[in-house]
């Protein structure tokens, strides 16, 4: 069992809500090829990949299409402090964060790194909690390079498919409700 953490930081696709076809097929909307993206990329970045600005791939987002993954939203309620730092569109992860009731301490988006990869640095800093006292639970390897960038520990989010079947070393996590137990 991981030593007690003060904080929990969460990617928000593929990490807490089930979002890869929502993501898909706001590219589709926009005459892009989804498979030319993947998961996990700065949306920017990923628009400038194939073409589209960002505000038309967030005009293209269902904001009411991504449901939490099983057992999410059960244990969400019953987190201790925790944060959203995510790659996504501000206006959408905004709006899925107010369809679903959830309140993080902290959530930034995209626009908060002036759309390059997130980082973790200055969610700490704005939390004023140490690298220490924290865990990244994510979904991607640009959320793994965020625990390291600032050297925090990191959680796979196990509950998603993609995460099971590629077997990433490290602590893995296969079920929401193991959240808990990160926390003294
Ligand atoms: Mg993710």
Known sequence: M?????????????????????????????GADPA????GHAIAEACAHVGCTVEEYADAYDETAASPFAGVDDVVPLLG???????KHPRSGRAELERLGWEPELAVFADHFDWAHKS???????????????VMVGDSDGDVRCAEGVGCRFAWAGWNP?????????????????????YG
């Open 2 to 30: 991981p030593r007690a953490v003060e904080a929990l930081i969460f990617d928000f696709d593929g990490t807490l809500v089930d979002s890869d076809e929502a993501l898909d097929a706001a590219f589709r909307a926009v």
């Open 81 to 87: 402090r925790w944060a959203l730092c995510s790659n």
């Open 120 to 134: 973790l640095g200055p969610v700490l800093s704005l939390m004023g909690l140490g690298a220490d006292g924290v």
């Open 36 to 39: 030319a993206v993947g998961f």
């Open 162 to 182: 993609r995460v099971a079947s590629a077997r990433p070393g490290g602590l893995v996590l296969d079920r929401p409700d193991q959240l808990l137990d990160l």
